[in-house]
């Protein structure tokens, strides 16, 4: 199977590199295009094929990503529309509707929202169906995001509020954990053993989270003795509503994710 990467930027480079790293596909399974030289140089250094020619990359290819920033979507199917016959596009483009997709070309379509986490395989993602897409075609798209992390399949009127919450997620945990760091350093540590203690700390609460029994409140009450540390910062937390200033972004990002659709 060939598989080709419209759009090598942050998400395409870094779904290229989890496939290889997870030996999902091997260098000469993939092809990967993009409209800037020095993008396609630095791709062609992990071995696979890279061009700034789209519609080689769809003639050559049985499954096309197309990873461009929203708006160019629909320069970008007009460009390959009399080759999409018989190929299964992914989509991973914030927003744009698979019937939006159906009705630009006459592949079959997948609407999928990852995010950058692909490339240490630690990646959350879901998917929708378009109306054309098969069985076989969920059976490949859930071999090779299940390689990177872990899938869903969910409604497609849902893409938002996962755009919003897994595919924005990681800025969002980079700043809690920036935070966390500078809260450190302010506090005398050396800055790099700040950053380790706080990313290590982060990667450790969400293992114990995805491996334990325990509910998410029952974990926070086991860390938060009474009358200890912990507490005293659980107050902070609470009085400063950070639940809330969280939940709001995840829903400013859902929003933008609606605003976009097409
Ligand atoms: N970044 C994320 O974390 C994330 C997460 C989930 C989903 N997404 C989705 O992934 C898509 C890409 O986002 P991104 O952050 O990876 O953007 P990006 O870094 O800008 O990557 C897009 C790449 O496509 C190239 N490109 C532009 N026009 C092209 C064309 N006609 N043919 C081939 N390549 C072309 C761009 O080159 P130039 O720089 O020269 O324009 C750029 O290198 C978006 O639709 C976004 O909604 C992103």
């Excluded at 496939?19 to 399974?29: R, T, V, W, Y």
């Excluded at 320069?75 to 009399?82: A, F, G, M, N, Q």
């Amino acid at each position: 199977m060939k598989v080709g990467v419209i759009g090598g930027g942050n998400l395409g480079s870094s779904l290229i590199r989890g496939f290889l790293k997870s030996g999902a596909l091997s260098p000469n399974e993939i092809i990967v295009s993009d409209s800037d030289e020095m993008k396609i140089n630095k791709l062609a250094k992990l071995s696979v094929a890279a061009t700034n020619d789209n519609r080689k990359l769809v003639r050559e290819s049985d499954v096309v990503f197309i990873a461009v920033k929203p708006d160019l979507v629909e320069p970008v199917l007009k460009e390959v529309e009399d080759l999409s016959e018989g190929k299964l596009f992914i989509s991973v483009a914030a927003g744009v509707s698979t019937k939006f997709i159906e009705e630009r070309t006459r592949g079959r379509v997948i609407r999928a929202m990852p995010n950058i986490c692909g490339s240490v395989l630690q990646m959350a993602s879901a998917y929708s169906m378009g109306s054309r897409a098969t069985a076989e075609d969920e059976r490949i798209l859930k071999e090779l995001f299940g390689k990177l992390g872990t899938t869903f399949h969910v409604e497609e009127r849902l893409m938002g509020a996962v755009t919003g919450l897994s595919g924005s997620g990681p800025a969002f945990f980079f700043y809690l954990i920036k935070a966390v760091q500078d809260a450190g350093v302010e506090l005398g540590l050396p800055k790099d053993v700040s950053f380790k203690l706080a990313a290590q700390t982060a990667r450790g609460a969400s293992e114990i989270l995805l491996t334990s029994e325990e509910k998410i409140d029952e974990l926070i009450s086991r860390v938060c003795t009474p009358r200890g540390t912990t507490i005293e910062g659980m107050k902070i937390l609470e009085e400063k509503k950070v639940a809330d200033a969280i939940r709001e972004a995840v829903r400013a990002a859902a929003r933008r994710a609606e605003e976009l659709s097409r």
